[in-house]
């Protein structure tokens, strides 16, 4: 079945430092992936998404590229700060039978310490 | 103003006792769900509602069910709370049900059984 797969636990660095977060991801289809962000206290809310293979996803200083030949998500910024602490979840929509499903990665803490 | 409300946000509730958590959203969407997020777990679909009295388990259903009587209003009931369902509880709504479509989080409500 499908499957999503992320770096887990928590991820600690200064400001200004360049951030890699690593998802990959199992299907048989062509999914719809996701970068959810939750900061303390409030909900997820969406970063960025790529509907399309090979594309990338840019939002707010952070990137990730629609990788089908590695099935990887993989979320980059160039320059962290402090404001960017926060729980990332990776996430791929996809369809099982009739119905669409959302399988959510564990999700990566990141503290960044000013 | 694009916004999904839950209510209450914190709660206290004795094993037995009945659970109604509520939610609401001002978009028009089509579709909204139930989450419950541990840590470890990530986040963890209990219901989706596809419109009006249209709802579906989710992958931990067990335990839980859902009213939805009005598109902008979705209720889960706790019968009889347990102390494994303290838990942090999230609704979220979607336009509609598709794979590539983003979900709208609420703040969250915190149920703590004793």
């Known amino acids: 079945g499908d499957s999503v797969t992320q770096m887990q636990g928590q991820v600690t660095l200064s400001e200004d430092d360049f951030l890699f977060i690593n998802c990959t991801y199992s299907?048989?289809?062509?999914?719809?992936l996701f970068w959810y962000v939750q900061y303390p206290g409030e909900g997820p809310q969406l970063l960025l998404k790529?509907?399309?293979a090979n594309n990338k996803g840019i939002s707010r200083g952070f990137e990730a590229t629609y990788d089908k030949g590695t099935t990887s998500f993989h979320l980059q910024k160039a320059s962290v700060q402090e404001s960017d602490s926060a729980v990332y979840y990776c996430?791929?929509?996809?369809?099982?039978?009739?119905?669409?499903?959302?399988?959510w990665g564990l999700g990566t803490s990141l503290v960044v310490n000013p | 103003d694009m916004k999904v409300t839950q209510m209450p946000r914190y709660l206290i509730k004795r094993m037995g006792e009945n659970v109604l958590l509520e939610c609401g959203q001002d978009?028009?969407?089509?579709?909204m769900y139930w989450y419950r997020q541990d840590p470890g777990l990530g986040l963890q679909l209990i219901y989706i509602?596809?419109?009006?009295?249209?709802?579906s388990e989710g992958d931990i259903p067990k335990g839980y069910r859902v009213s939805r009587k009005k598109r902008e209003h979705f209720s889960l009931i706790l019968d009889s709370a347990k102390t494994n369902q303290t838990s942090v509880y999230f609704c979220?709504?979607?336009?509609?049900?598709?794979?590539?479509?983003?979900?709208?989080f609420g703040e969250g409500s915190r149920l703590i059984v004793v």
């Open positions: 790529v509907t399309t």
């Open positions: 979220a709504s979607s336009l509609f049900s598709g794979a590539g479509n983003t979900l709208y």
């Open positions: 978009m028009s969407h089509e579709t």
């Open positions: 299907t048989t289809w062509y999914p719809t």
């Open positions: 509602s596809y419109d009006v009295d249209s709802n």
């Open positions: 996430v791929l929509g996809d369809y099982v039978g009739d119905n669409s499903k959302l399988i």
